[in-house]
């Protein structure tokens, strides 16, 4: 391919409004349409549910291979069941939806906020023996939280549309660790595919899921320098399972408790896939994921029927080369606009023919992410927008990491941690592990605490603990201020 103009400088006003900037792009690109009159409740565009089947194609496919299966469970859940767990319905009341049946009110149902209550029932009467297990399900489903904080579209909600919960029973502790390493495993390939960059962090008691041993959360910074949960996994060990006496036949022939671990994604992960690699000019999607991988502009004066036939002949050969491809021939509009309502819409490629083109027996593609330009020969138009849509890809993802990296940062003073978080970012400090001293640095770094870093391996040496100086340091503790 020969380059026919460099990469242009991108604008990055997210980096100064990033809300305002979100807003207004998923509006424009018409993704999402956040004036419907429900609080914290919106409405999927045609091309925004073309984006979230996209990826949702991905986390089926991921879970699939990985021997779990689909199911639809009901939205409601009755109170009996939801308030067995004691840990888990404080955990929850304060965000549940209630539902009550007629006037009198005589029968309660939640709202699902989350579905290990719903699902563990119907545990006890699938689960016999040893050999029912693993058993492992999942589902992508609306859940409902009455979000009281602010609320912000894909962000944080009242309706969460597309959750991803799995849950899994196992018939022991071994099994079922076994099974958070492989979530753990999924979602690094969902994130990775998808180009969006994570920390991973194993939460501090104080902020793990309610029910749960432990969990283990993926996080992302925002261009504000605020830290998104973006995907959960959670041990459970026998905590639902005693309460809701789901038991199984062992192989010594006595009955034991499953263990169950649950992990969920939500469209969280649209709202980092389009963040982490849009600009001013509008959206830019991974090309495997992209709804529309190359569209076509014919650039025509006039009646140009040599251009049209041109066109139709190179879109057919990408379409049976399996990329997805649309052409633009819209005649009231000029290619400029239709340049930049592409732009807008984040599609990787462009590929123009005009009459020139046609003449030379080239076309002429731009790549979203650099605005670099190529003449391609009409013989090698299929190998050239594979290759740059490797390329597009890779640029993606390796810009996106380069970031992320650079605002994380280490500390050992909570002056300094603190002046880090005030500029936005992610700063990890020494920590004993002792939850009031954990408790005391976030108090005094205004921050969250996100956790003990698992994507690390190396530990403070010789520090003492940021708020408890006569404590051994023994973990990193990652802070953030967070959405």
Avoid at 49 to 54: D, E, G, K, L, Q
Wanted: hydrophobic fraction near 40%; proline fraction near 5%.
């Amino acid at each position: 391919m020969k380059v026919v103009r460099g990469p242009q400088e991108r604008p990055r006003s997210k980096w100064a409004s990033f809300i305002e900037w979100f807003n207004k792009v998923i509006m424009d690109a018409e993704v999402y349409d956040y004036r419907y009159p429900v609080k914290g409740a919106y409405i999927w565009r045609p091309y925004g549910v073309a984006i979230r089947r996209s990826v949702e194609a991905l986390i089926r496919r991921l879970h699939d291979e990985t021997g779990h299966q689909e199911v639809i469970f009901p939205v409601f859940i009755p109170y009996e069941f939801f308030s067995k767990e004691s840990e888990h319905i404080r955990g929850f009341e304060n965000e549940v939806f209630w539902v009550s049946k007629g006037t009198s009110g005589e029968e309660r149902l939640v709202l699902r906020p989350t579905s290990e209550t719903a699902m563990m029932p119907m545990f006890k009467l699938w689960i016999r023996d040893h050999t029912d297990l693993p058993l492992r399900v999942y589902q992508i489903a609306s859940v409902f939280r009455a979000e009281t904080k602010m609320t912000h579209p894909m962000i944080r909600l009242r309706e969460i549309s597309m959750f991803k919960e799995a849950h899994t029973a196992h018939v022991d502790r071994e099994d079922a660790e076994r099974q958070i390493k492989e979530a753990v495993g999924i979602y690094r390939r969902i994130f990775d595919e998808l180009c969006i960059p994570y920390l991973i962090s194993r939460r501090p008691e104080w902020d793990k899921f309610a029910g749960a041993v432990y969990t283990i959360a993926f996080d992302t910074i925002m261009p504000d320098g605020k830290t998104m949960q973006i995907g959960t996994v959670h041990y459970l060990g026998e905590n639902f399972s005693r309460v809701f006496d789901v038991k199984y036949l062992g192989k010594d022939g006595q009955m034991h408790y499953v263990h169950t671990t649950s992990y969920g994604i939500s469209e969280r992960v649209i709202a980092s896939l389009l963040t982490f690699h849009g600009d001013d000019r509008g959206l830019l999607l991974p090309p495997r994921y992209a709804p529309i991988q190359v569209v076509v502009v014919p650039i025509m004066y006039g009646e140009d029927q040599a251009v049209l036939e041109y066109v139709k002949n190179v879109s057919s050969e990408l379409l049976n080369a399996n990329v997805r491809v649309h052409v633009d021939d819209r005649r009231d509009k000029t290619p400029g606009w239709k340049f930049y309502y592409w732009e807008l819409k984040g599609i990787p490629i462009r590929l123009e023919v005009g009459p020139s083109d046609v003449k030379d027996n080239v076309v002429t593609l731009t790549r979203r992410d650099t605005f670099e330009k190529y003449n391609v020969p009409r013989n090698n138009v299929v190998e050239a927008v594979k290759d740059l849509m490797n390329a597009i890809e890779d640029n993606m993802r390796k810009s996106a990491w380069e970031w992320l990296r650079s605002r994380v940062k280490r500390s050992s003073s909570v002056s300094e941690a603190k002046a880090i978080l005030n500029e936005g970012g992610v700063v990890e400090v020494p920590w004993s592990g002792d939850d009031e001293c954990g408790k005391r640095i976030m108090e005094l770094t205004e921050s969250d605490a996100l956790g003990i870093p698992l994507d690390i391996n190396d530990t403070p040496s010789d520090l003492r603990d940021a708020a408890c100086g006569d404590k051994k340091a023994e973990y990193w503790l990652r802070l953030s201020r967070r959405y």
